[in-house]
Nanobody, 114 residues
Framework: QVQLVESGGGLVQPGGSLRLSCVVTGRIFSIYMGWYRQAPGKQRELVAA???????NYTDSVKDRFTISRDNAKNTVYLQMNSLKSEDTAVYYCNLNFRGALYWGQGTQVTVSS
């Protein structure tokens, strides 16, 4: 049974930082992992992800502010979020793609507000 457990969300002021973590339990830790987010009334969107060759992709709105990283020894993927803006407010989800099967975490709420 594969489970993804996110943590690290919370309330932060504009300009602040948060680091999200996603721990993968089970016997799968795929190279195809990423972070998505869903704001109220909007569709879920890709925020950052690892590509097949290990490089990273970011949606334009978070480039130069967010950084995705991973610790394979800990089966953990991180999302460092700096210079947060109100429009970053959303539920953030960790995603794993293993041989075409998609796995999702339960999500962690990030609220950027003064």
């Amino acid at each position: 049974q594969v489970q993804l457990v996110e943590s690290g969300g919370g309330l932060v002021q504009p300009g602040g930082s948060l680091r999200l973590s996603c721990v993968v339990t089970g016997r799968i830790f795929s190279i195809y992992m990423g972070w998505y987010r869903q704001a109220p009334g909007k569709q879920r969107e890709l925020v950052a992800a690892f590509t097949r060759d290990g490089s990273t992709n970011y949606t334009d709105s978070v480039k130069d502010r967010f950084t995705i990283s991973r610790d394979n020894a800990k089966n953990t993927v991180y999302l460092q979020m700096n210079s947060l803006k109100s429009e970053d407010t959303a539920v953030y989800y960790c995603n794993l793609n293993f041989r075409g099967a998609l796995y999702w975490g339960q999500g962690t709420q990030v609220t950027v507000s003064s």
